[in-house]
């Protein structure tokens, strides 16, 4: 009969939270503890025929989702309707700072130039996750010219490139499921965040 909300984010758009229950027993009584959490954010940089299955196989998962591309033919609602956020610019020009703890970048470029400049700009972030396309011959080439920038072997190592698990992929539509199952299994990396979300409530019913 009584619930109690709690959170910087209360007055927030509900669109982007869910609701998981827990019961226990406490003091004889029955406990609801009723937990609103963050659906986690996916950024597709590229907005190709991959990246288009991965929006629809992740929107799947419950992740929500911005897209990035440098072309407007790409990067619009036709191709990913239903997508929080659709982005037509240069990948440098991206916000960073928007990029929290909780997120998750996935690399999908249509080419060398395109994914280097994306990790560039991703490695540099937040982000809990980032995984790139690409074979390994060309992510080792991309990854060497970032150390020359600066960049630490051990950051470059946490990326997930080749991306995906495998599963014997083919078609962007088999990308997009080893990908987004890559997305939601559980790493022991300690900058890797197996939750799907942060908890931003917390609901009592008594």
């Known amino acids: 009969r009584l619930y109690c909300v709690t959170g910087e984010d209360a007055d927030s758009s509900m669109s982007d939270v869910y609701i998981a229950c827990e019961s226990v027993h406490q003091d004889e009584r029955l ?16 907005a190709g025929h991959v990246a288009q299955a991965t929006a629809k196989a992740a929107a799947i998962a419950d992740f929500n989702i911005t897209v990035a591309d440098d072309r407007a033919e790409y990067a619009n609602e036709e191709l990913f309707p239903g997508c929080r956020c659709i982005v037509c610019s240069e990948f440098d020009e991206l916000p960073a700072d928007s990029i929290s703890s909780d997120d998750y970048i996935v690399i999908v470029t249509r080419g060398h130039k395109k994914d280097y400049e994306a990790l560039a700009w991703a490695i540099k972030t937040n982000a809990c996750y980032i995984g790139m396309i690409g074979s390994q011959r060309k992510r ?10 600066g960049i630490g072997r ?4 946490w990326v997930h490139s080749p991306i995906g698990l495998p599963i014997g992929d083919r078609t962007p539509g088999d990308i997009a499921i080893s990908i987004t199952a890559e997305l939601i299994t ?13 908890d931003v409530y917390d609901i009592r019913m008594y």
């Open 31 to 46: 406990l609801f503890k009723y937990r609103l959490t963050r659906r986690s954010r996916l950024w597709l940089l590229g």
């Open 154 to 157: 051990s950051r470059l190592e």
């Open 186 to 198: 559980p790493a022991p990396s300690p900058m890797y965040t197996a939750s799907f979300a942060r």
């Open 140 to 149: 080792d080439m991309i990854y060497e010219k970032l150390e020359g920038e």
